[in-house]
């Protein structure tokens, strides 16, 4: 058995993230810093006729105040990679200049010798807006509607179709075709540490540096070097400790571009740390459509046919993915079901909001919540149990490679085996049986299932935007350290702790010996970055890789030390030996005064590589091995979640009474990461389910604009989660592994839902949209308008 | 958002309707007015300031009266904006004869907020609206009462409408 | 969220915070626990020129009982009063309130003579502070006054306090007799505050009967109040489950009650009437 891959090994992270000692970008100190603070428009939707920055300029402390007519084109628009056929890009210009579209834009920016300096000025600046009317509506911004764009005609930033198999044959042939309008609400990421910047220009060597709190160190680069006409080479991005980021830092921001803009200016740092308040306005929203569903089945339960027309919220503006998130819902429409024909018709609208964006899931929440919440539509129409319609469409593990109609190939899965590993440890009939008892009494008792499947380890080049490599370097150096540098920008996901897991076991040497640098454009090769569940599946494969490599190189080294062929030499727990039967020759060759080696540790083989007094002709000095691995597929996770809670039917209160999840996500380096995935997951599923709304005003006001009126689960609002795993290994990389980051937020949802949906059904209730309010489910239980 | 109710007032119709369109009487009964200024037939500009001891937010915007039918009908719109935000506002205001004297004032309206104003202090804002009304037409009452060569009563509404919007503001935040 | 430019003053006695509260007036603030004033101040919503801090003063953080009263100082913090095993013993209502204020971080930080001098809406303690009948002992350069709980609560955020008054002290009668209390609330999920909170003493005389009750409820109207109407309904009554189901159901009689996001004016109108049963009933369980 490894000594630390699959073990439970405490992340190396952690004592300096809780003892306070970690350096996030707000941490970092120059000398001679500027501070930048941003008037941003308080209106969703307006012209502007003028700005007077006169008195803000004078203000103490002020060194400059910029508007976007000072900007013009000196630095170039927020970027999107979206590249769908007739997709509409606006000009996203890093601050506004004569037109508002939602309430949070940047419209000026002030820089002072501190922040308070700088935010005391903000209030200084005047402009003199024209409100217009704003279109918040998704469905009524999709029929016309008061337009985000003039110039566009209508708020269409594009249309498109998806799926295979002949649709309206498959629906025409079912026995029921079911029909449900539903609903996925905006959602704020949140992340614990808001965005930050801070830019160091060095004038004389003309390089930039940026300190970023970001998912995406190297693309970022890529996007600023671009934005601000900076040599890419003369650029460096660094992401020191990220706070967290659940895609909402998997994107390239006008702050960002300009701040960096700002320290060019003016030859000193310059530095931003997003508010609470910035960042529930201003950084990317997730989930925002609006879907109907057609399903169509047959008796027995088969399905049939799926249809989805959704209207996908983008918001004003397109971020750096935005378009891209409704085709993943496309792509993960089929569920883990054989359903021969699927279609979804998308409807991507502007709307005088923040735009929309990856979150957590990242399409495939919505996708999910789709097909689970369509299962449950399909059993209470046909009778069924929601087990047994599930059961009844599973591809056998026999069946992949399975190919769906969404056209992905499903790399490897056994759905039934976590199904019925789930249904084993909630022991599903009794929980039945107690709800038969618990109705029978009056009460609202509710068992919820969702057997969800999920596309992660993204991606495949040919299937992202921006490359779906990812890269590593391992090194041993003089010493016998090893040191990892991965392209991959872990945020929280604790990778600095699995790779070491992973080297020291490949290289046979303690954990501490490893160390794993990320994050630093000028210290780590190229990478792609952080985000679908990818850092292991791709980034690991990268690492695991280049570990191969390296021990190629370190055998060729120490079989020459050792004065045998490569072949001769085997290595075992951080040691070359020379394999037995060669080991005797060599003793017995003779002649040698001092007894031949027969092993040598891999340190020992760092430091001859290093020395390079003895090595072999041709051979190149030094002991690193560096791999970019580029996955042939994406990998599909899965699981089992089921729940039960109890509503109580005087106030709508819903408590949960169980939670029980099996997931699969391949081979597993390290579970408590695992379960920390799982546990963040399930998590902001419920804030999903029961509370969480980014709710704007008719005028696109944000009225959940503070985590008072925002409400994220707290520890006390979660259930216990009784947690397993079945462990079904890719076949997409060498390690078997598939990604667990999202899973969380993709099985969760639906199961939550379903349970309350099912605790409700005696009362004729099909379907619930979220958050599932209190105030909303007393007002079905008590008939209440 | 929507508010509406009704208000009984025991000055007679006349003076009541009498001293909900005249200016004087607006600045000193509109919670908060610092300044009302004529522009044009029945509209004015005016400075709002809202705020007491800790809280200092100005508002500088119009009020205007629209659709007059006096004793029975009007209007009023108030457009007004500032750094915690903005605020909007149009009720129609329609009085009636009360049974054994005085006057019932029936209003209904909608009152839009932005900024800091909206994304903090939704769940004050039919509290603080149901507080500012009623201030209002307690002020328009006691005018209405008050002898015409009486000076104008005093109100304190610099100090309430303070309060409420302070309280609207730190509504949010509990000790 | 960065807050404007303020003046800081850390007097260390009460007649000095007093004395600098007299001089600035209007300008100035008190800053007791924070945890309202320093988020409206980092919105820029509260913008004082000058902050007192009451906080180093000594002898302004205690819990006493002397002579038939429990005394509490205004800077004694919520943890303070969940965690005080003398008022668990003799009125147990204002720890099982305190533990449902915010959360550990709120509770170890905030205070009571905070929360009541700001007297938000929704706050908890204003709730148990009118069940129990409190008296409130303000100070200034005049000397003490002392304000009862039901003059004390004026309007949305507007207390009795005066110009120039610091709120210094917390005066409660020693619950006596088969007394039982609760407090019973629904959280706003985000903010923690009470969508409904209402705060029941119930004392049962001898036959059993209800002899006296306190009924304060919060969260449900511009200021926290009095239910005068459940109070009657319920002295002389039996206490079984029928008289307090009709008494709770006058809870929010005569009170304009407010709506949000969270909560519409309907449904907190129910969970008004909803927590009120189930607080009495608590309540007058354990009263025996």
Redesign the interface.
């Known amino acids: 058995m490894a000594k630390y891959v699959g073990q439970r090994v405490k992340r190396t992270e952690d004592p300096r993230l809780i003892t306070g000692l970690g350096h996030y970008v707000d941490d970092i100190k120059l000398p001679d810093t500027l501070y930048v603070a941003f008037l941003r428009s308080m209106y969703a939707h307006a012209k502007i006729k003028s700005i007077d920055v006169s008195e803000a300029s004078h203000a103490p402390g002020v060194v400059a105040v910029y508007t976007g007519a000072d900007i013009g084109s000196k630095v170039g628009p927020v970027p999107c990679a979206g590249a769908l056929p007739g997709l509409k890009v606006p000009d996203y210009r890093v601050l506004a200049t004569d037109h508002v579209v939602f309430a949070g834009q940047p419209v000026a920016a002030v820089v002072a010798t501190d922040r308070y300096a700088a935010r005391d000025a903000i209030d200084l600046i005047m402009v003199d807006y024209e409100e217009l009317p704003a279109v918040v509506d998704v469905e009524q911004a999709a029929k016309g509607g008061p337009l985000v764009y003039e110039e566009y005609g209508d708020n269409i930033a594009y249309r498109l179709t998806s799926g295979e198999g002949d649709i309206e044959a498959a629906l025409k042939a079912s026995d029921k075709v079911i029909k449900q309008k539903i609903v996925h609400q905006r959602l704020i990421p949140i992340a614990m540490e808001p965005r930050g910047v801070l830019a160091r220009y060095y004038p004389g060597e003309q390089e930039l540096t940026i300190w970023s709190s970001t998912q995406i160190p190297h693309l970022l680069r890529t996007q600023l070097a671009i934005m601000l006409g900076v040599p890419e080479n003369k650029v460096r991005v660094i992401a020191p400790e990220v706070g967290g980021g659940f895609g909402s830092k998997l994107n390239v921001y006008a702050e960002e571009a300009l701040v960096g803009w700002i320290s060019m200016q003016h030859g000193k740092p310059a530095k931003w740390i997003e508010t609470r308040r910035e960042n529930m306005q201003a950084t990317i929203h997730g989930r925002g459509q609006i879907g109907y569903i057609e399903i169509g089945c047959k008796n027995d339960g088969t399905i049939t046919g799926l249809r989805y027309n959704v209207f996908a919220d983008m918001g004003a503006y397109l971020q750096l993915l935005t378009p891209a998130i409704p085709t993943l819902t496309g792509l993960m429409l089929s569920g883990c079901y054989k359903i021969a024909a699927i279609q979804m018709n998308v409807t991507a609208v502007f709307t005088n909001k923040m735009s929309t964006d990856a979150y957590r899931g990242a399409g495939r929440p919505e996708a999910t919540q789709v097909i689970e919440r369509a299962m449950d539509l399909v059993a209470a129409e046909l009778g069924k149990d929601v087990v047994e319609v599930r059961r009844k469409n599973f591809p056998a593990s026999t069946e992949f490679p399975f190919k769906t109609a969404t056209g992905l190939f499903y790399d490897s899965g056994n759905y039934e085996l976590a199904l019925d590993k789930a249904l084993g440890m909630a022991d599903y009939k009794s929980m039945r049986e107690a709800q038969k008892k618990a109705r029978d009494q009056g009460r609202l008792v509710g068992i919820g299932v969702s057997t969800y499947v999920e596309i992660c380890a993204i991606g495949p080049s040919q299937a992202t935007p921006a490359g779906g490599w990812e890269s590593a370097t391992v090194r041993i150096e003089p010493t016998g350290k090893v040191t990892i540098l991965t392209g991959a920008s872990p945020h929280g996901q604790g990778q600095e702790t699995s790779f070491a897991q992973l080297a020291a076991d490949e290289l046979g040497v303690d954990l501490n010996d490893v160390t794993v640098i990320h994050g630093d454009t000028s210290i780590v090769q190229y990478g792609i970055g952080t985000f679908g569940s990818r850092g292991t599946a791709v980034g690991g494969t990268a690492v695991f890789n280049a570990i191969q490599k390296l021990k190629e190189k370190a055998t060729q080294l120490a079989a020459h030390l050792l004065g045998v062929e490569a072949a001769a030499v085997s290595f075992k727990e951080g040691r070359f030996s020379v394999e037995a039967a060669m080991a005797a020759t060599v003793a017995n060759s003779g002649g040698s005064k001092s007894e031949p080696r027969t092993s040598i540790s891999i340190q020992e083989v760092a430091l001859a590589a290093h020395v390079a007094h003895k090595i072999p002709p041709g051979f190149e000095p030094g002991l690193s091995a560096t791999n970019f691995f580029e996955p042939s597929n994406f990998t599909f996770p899965f699981g089992t979640h089921i729940v039960q809670v109890e509503i109580d039917k005087e106030t709508g209160e819903i408590q949960f009474q169980r939670y029980v999840a099996v997931d699969d996500c391949g081979k597993v380096l390290n579970p408590m990461l695992v379960d920390g995935q799982v546990h963040g997951g399930i998590v902001q599923s419920i804030g999903q389910a029961l509370y969480e709304e980014a709710v704007y005003d008719e005028q696109g006001q944000l009225l959940t604009g503070t985590l008072m009126d925002y409400a994220l689960p707290k520890a006390t609002m979660i259930p216990w989660l009784e947690l397993d795993r079945t462990e079904t290994p890719s076949p997409v990389n060498p390690m078997g592994v598939k990604g667990i980051g999202e899973a969380g937020t993709i099985g969760a949802t639906p199961a939550i839902v379903n349970a309350v949906v099912d605790a409700l059904s005696p009362l004729g209730v099909r379907h619930l949209d979220m958050p599932m309010k209190p105030e909303n489910i007393w007002r079905i239980i008590n008939k209440v308008n | 958002m929507k508010i509406e109710g009704t208000q009984e007032l025991r000055a007679a119709r006349t003076r009541v309707y009498q001293a909900l369109v005249d200016p004087e009487v607006l600045k000193r009964c509109i919670p908060g007015c610092e300044s009302l200024e004529r522009t044009g037939e029945a509209s004015y500009s005016t400075t709002l300031r809202a705020?007491?001891?800790?809280?200092?937010?100005v508002f500088s915007g119009s009020v205007k009266l629209e659709d007059m039918r006096p004793p029975d009908h009007y209007r009023i719109v108030v457009d007004g904006?500032g750094?915690?935000?903005?605020l909007k506002g149009s009720g129609d205001l329609d009085l009636e004869d009360r049974d054994g004297g005085g006057t019932v004032v029936k209003y209904s309206g909608d009152i839009?907020?932005?900024?800091?104003?909206?994304?903090?202090g939704?769940?004050?804002?039919?509290?603080?609206a149901?507080?500012m009304a009623s201030q209002f037409f307690t002020a328009i009452e006691a005018e209405a009462l008050a002898e015409s060569n009486e000076p104008p009563p005093k109100h304190g509404f610099f100090r309430t409408t303070l309060?409420?919007l302070?309280?609207?503001?730190?509504?949010?935040?509990?000790? | 969220m960065i807050p404007a430019q303020f003046d800081y003053l850390a007097p260390k006695t009460l007649d000095e915070a007093i004395a600098l509260l007299a001089q600035h007036a209007d300008d100035a603030k008190i800053l007791a626990g924070g945890h309202s004033l320093i988020p409206a101040m980092k919105l820029r919503l509260a913008m004082p020129q000058i902050l007192i801090d009451i906080g180093r003063i000594q002898n302004l953080s205690y819990i006493n009982e002397d002579g038939g009263q429990i005394r509490i100082g205004a800077m004694t913090t919520h943890y303070q009063l969940e965690s005080s095993t003398t008022l668990k013993q003799i009125c147990p209502l204002l720890p099982e309130t305190a533990a449902q204020i915010g959360d550990v971080q709120v509770r170890n930080k905030g205070t009571i003579g905070g929360s009541l001098a700001h007297s938000d809406p929704a706050a908890d303690w204003p709730a148990a502070i009118i069940a129990l009948r409190a008296e409130l002992v303000a100070t200034s350069t005049k000397g003490d006054r002392v304000i009862k709980c039901d003059d004390f609560f004026v309007d949305l955020l507007t207390t009795a306090l005066e110009p120039g008054e610091i709120l210094r002290e917390i005066r409660i009668a020693l619950p006596s007799g088969r007394t039982g209390q609760a407090y019973m609330k629904v959280a706003q999920p985000a903010s923690g505050f009470a969508v409904a909170g209402v705060a029941v003493t119930i004392t049962r005389d001898q036959q059993g009967r209800c002899q006296s009750a306190g009924v304060g409820v919060t969260g449900v109207a511009s200021k926290a109040y009095r239910a005068v109407g459940v109070e009657n309904a319920l002295i002389g009554g039996p206490l079984d489950a029928q008289s307090i189901s009709k008494a709770a159901s006058t809870v929010t009689d005569g009170i304009a009650i407010n709506g949000d996001l969270y909560a519409s004016e309907q449904y907190r109108h129910h969970l008004a009437q909803v927590y009120a049963r189930r607080a009495i009933e608590a309540a007058a369980q354990r009263a025996q």
């Open positions: 705020g007491v001891g800790s809280i200092k937010g904006k750094q915690p935000g903005f839009q907020v932005g900024g800091t104003i909206a994304g903090v939704q769940r004050m804002l039919q509290g603080a149901r507080m309060r409420w302070s309280g609207w503001f730190r509504r949010a935040f509990n000790g």
